[in-house]
Nanobody, 123 residues
Framework: VQLQASGGGLVQPGGSLSLSCQASGYSLDEYAIGWFRQAPGKEREGVACISRPEIRLIYADSAKDRFTISTDSATHTLYLQMDKLEPEDTAVYFC?????????????????WGQGTKVTVSS
């Protein structure tokens, strides 16, 4: 299994970014997969998760109206659309997959991790 995250970069406050996570050897339709982030000096935290049947969760209250998680089964890609970005969203973002159905915010529940992509929100 390989998860390859990309799409990070420098963006001004209020801007948008779309993160991608290319999965190989892993079925996005069968298991739960999500995004985590780790800000400088802070612990890694869950951002969003998607799992069958039709479960889509955005964990942070501040991101519920700004972030959207989705998948494209045809291309084996997980996405995180981030709009109205704030400086507090600055972090390294990781995609992570479980070997089970059902979302979790716990890092320990995820078996596969991408390498991370850095998002910096700054003017």
């Amino acid at each position: 299994v390989q998860l390859q995250a990309s799409g990070g970069g420098l963006v001004q406050p209020g801007g948008s970014l779309s993160l991608s996570c290319q999965a190989s050897g892993y079925s996005l339709d069968e298991y739960a997969i999500g995004w985590f982030r780790q800000a400088p000096g802070k612990e890694r935290e869950g951002v969003a998760c998607i799992s069958r049947p039709e479960i889509r969760l955005i964990y942070a209250d501040s991101a519920k109206d700004r972030f959207t998680i989705s998948t494209d089964s045809a291309t084996h890609t997980l996405y995180l659309q981030m709009d109205k970005l704030e400086p507090e969203d600055t972090a390294v973002y990781f995609c992570a997959g479980r070997s089970y159905v059902g979302c979790s915010k716990s890092i320990q529940m995820y078996d596969y991790w991408g390498q991370g992509t850095k998002v910096t929100v700054s003017s």
